[in-house]
């Protein structure tokens, strides 16, 4: 199958999303729609193949039908037709590698689990080289102080809890308070919270921990809430009810009743709350994102650029990394896999809080809660020196009591000793 120029300009420029027909029925009652949709365990997954698949089939191009007609079809022209798809998107629109990579996956998924056989290496033959598009930097510590001070509270500890964490902004909507457990660091008046990361998952799942700043944020956000109306209630563990979820919707501060509706999208915080504040402080420019593939690849500032979110992941294991934490509780930390650290090395949980208290005084953005951590530091320094200085004392109290015995039971035994010079004595080896 070979696109004509009626098919082309019919096709495009985002993301896999064909000029379509929306008169076309799509039978999501049939058993290939119901195998291919039934097969993908991923909820998120799932909706981003299901809109592929749907607009794949509503394209001029397949002239869909039915499912029975469609894998009747001759599996090389089946494979003609998306190749000449790639070839569309890598040089007619310029779509980047993961575009056309989520279209295959999605297709080659679809044939598959109906049993019809399609070649995907000679497919992948027709795509872009896999390269990023942009290579992000990590904000600076001043540049997230700036977000914090246009933002409430509720943006304050979504700033937070992404910067001193590190975890994927998708991760965030997940997390309820059952998730959140408060730790108390030892010989400072301050506290953190350790969170399970993707606690519903069994592959994924992971606990990690925020700074008292980010902690004291938390606790902010909640009680906002709390004096709002919602039933919520802090606990010596963390809060209550554990099935509530840490990230809510905006709400009117001047209704009596308010819903707390979760935050189910991380392009609620992307789009909604990161994206304005950074145009609003000129940390990021619209009009450069419209350019096209190939006019980034010539454009320098493309190798220098703040991801609204990605960006705060960065910061994280980059302060991580300054702090020389251990290199397997670092990837412990945020999510990544540690190889065969993660069968033969099991650290403990006071393990991980150790080697990542370590890290506080780095992750840590006001300057005001660095000045209280230096001055804790210093405190609890003169504490230990205080220590050292009376065990010292005690131990020399000790030594000159042996040694003063040990003189009275020389003379004990021998009186005509109490007459021998000072000098004589301090000479015997006692």
């Known amino acids: 199958m070979t696109l004509n120029d009626n098919q082309r300009t019919k096709l495009v420029s985002s993301d896999a999303r064909f000029c379509i027909s929306s008169s076309i029925a799509i039978d999501e009652n049939h058993r290939a729609y119901v195998n291919f949709v039934s097969s993908l365990k991923s909820s998120i997954t799932r909706k981003a193949y299901e809109i592929r698949l749907k607009n794949y089939l509503r394209t001029p191009i397949i002239s869909f039908s039915t499912f029975d007609e469609l894998l009747n079809r001759n599996p090389r022209q089946l494979e003609q037709g998306l190749i000449d798809l790639i070839i569309e998107m890598r040089y007619k629109r310029q779509m980047s590698f993961s575009a056309q990579n989520m279209l295959l996956c999605a297709l080659t998924h679809f044939y598959s689990i109906n049993d019809v056989l399609i070649n995907r290496k000679k497919i992948a033959k027709f795509m872009s080289d896999s390269e990023n598009k942009y290579e992000y930097r990590s904000y600076t510590t001043d540049e997230i102080s700036s977000l914090l001070s246009i933002s409430d509270e509720r943006e304050k500890m979504i700033i937070l809890l992404l910067s001193s964490t590190g975890i994927r902004v998708g991760a965030l909507p997940q997390i309820k308070l059952k998730d959140l457990m408060k730790w108390e660091i030892e010989g400072k008046d301050q506290y953190i919270y350790q969170i399970q990361v993707y606690s519903s998952s069994?592959?994924?799942?992971?606990?990690?921990?925020?700074?008292?700043?980010?902690?004291?944020?938390?606790?902010?956000?909640?009680?906002l809430r709390r004096r709002f109306g919602e039933n919520l209630e802090q606990t010596r563990r963390g809060w209550n009810p554990p099935n509530s979820y840490l990230a809510i919707h905006a709400f009117n501060r001047r209704a009596e009743f308010y819903t707390p509706i979760p935050i189910r999208h991380r392009s609620s915080i992307t789009s909604n709350i990161i994206v304005p504040k950074l145009q609003s402080l000129n940390l990021r420019n619209r009009s450069f994102y419209s350019k096209t593939y190939n006019d980034l690849n010539k454009d320098s500032k493309s190798k220098d650029l703040l991801h609204p979110c990605h960006s705060f992941r960065i910061f994280a294991i980059t302060q991580m990394q300054r702090a020389r934490l251990d290199k397997t509780i670092r990837e412990m930390l945020v999510g990544h896999t540690t190889g065969l650290d993660s069968v033969y090395y099991k650290a403990s949980e006071e393990e991980i809080f150790d080697e990542f208290c370590k890290a506080i005084p780095m992750l840590t953005i006001s300057k005001e809660q660095k000045d209280e951590i230096q001055i804790l530091e210093k405190d609890n320094d003169l504490k230990i020196i205080r220590q050292n200085y009376k065990d010292d004392l005690a131990d020399l109290r000790k030594e000159m009591e042996y040694r003063f015995s040990k003189i009275f039971e020389l003379i004990q035994q021998n009186p005509v000793l109490i007459n021998i010079k000072p000098e004589i004595i301090k000479d015997l080896k006692i």
């Open 202 to 223: 069994s592959k994924y799942r992971y606990f990690t921990f925020c700074t008292p700043e980010c902690a004291l944020a938390i606790d902010n956000y909640l009680d």
